[in-house]
């Protein structure tokens, strides 16, 4: 079985804005200044199971026209937090397969009585990657695919430089990755399980977008 890449909806009439990124941003009342902002957000750990000094409660501010998901974009990015998921999309993941994570409650300040979760979640590592059973390519617009041969991580770094709008068909890791319903790659993004990916749409959750075609996908080696 395959994972798909899951992303967050850019669609305006999903997300109710035009920003084409996130409808929720963190209330800068939260700090005590700019400084204190800065440091929470360069100081922010990676490591999801790292425990935070940060405001309790954060709050986030809804943006103007902005629709509340179940899958959400926000601002100010954090490195550790691919999006921010509603309660009900957290009772799903926690039905599935997942490496340690851990959860951050926010307060949205609109709407303090819906519960949303910022969703700290690990990379996979380079490492687990088979760069050379995995397919990379460049294409100009109205142009076919150029394929490019990549045989190690070393190899992917001089591609990437010099090919900034490189895309992937598909990722090839260890089969040990196997195991996990939702994996998130340094170079490509989350991706979840076929079985997720029904639960998701079965649960009728809004605000993700799940590719059908054109899009990377992760496969097992």
């Excluded at 490019?148 to 991580?153: N, W």
Aim: glycine letters at 4%.
């Amino acid at each position: 079985m395959n994972h798909n890449i899951l992303r967050v909806s850019s669609e305006p009439k999903v997300i109710g804005v035009n920003n084409g990124i996130y409808q929720i941003e963190l209330d800068k009342s939260c700090f005590s200044d700019y400084k204190e902002l800065e440091r929470f957000k360069l100081g922010f750990p990676e490591d999801s199971t790292i425990d935070l000094n940060y405001p309790q409660p954060l709050i986030y501010k809804v943006l103007k026209k902005a629709k509340l998901t179940d899958f959400m974009g926000y601002s100010q990015y954090l490195k550790g937090v691919p999006f921010v998921l509603s309660g009900k999309a957290v009772n799903v993941f926690k039905e599935f397969s997942l490496k340690e994570h851990s959860l951050i409650e926010i307060t949205l300040r609109e709407n303090q009585d819906v519960c949303y979760y910022l969703f700290r979640y690990p990379f996979t590592e380079n490492s687990k990657i088979n760069f050379e059973e995995s397919v990379f390519y460049t294409q100009i617009p109205g142009q076919d695919k150029v394929y490019h041969k990549i045989h190690d991580e070393d190899e992917f770094r001089a591609f990437w430089k010099q090919n900034a709008l490189w895309k992937a068909e598909k990722f090839v890791l260890d089969e040990a990755e196997a195991k996990y319903d939702c994996i998130r790659l340094r170079i490509g993004g989350v991706f979840i399980s076929e079985r997720l990916q029904k639960a998701i749409e079965t649960s009728n959750l809004i605000g993700q977008n799940i590719p059908r075609t054109n899009a990377p996908f992760i496969t097992f080696s």
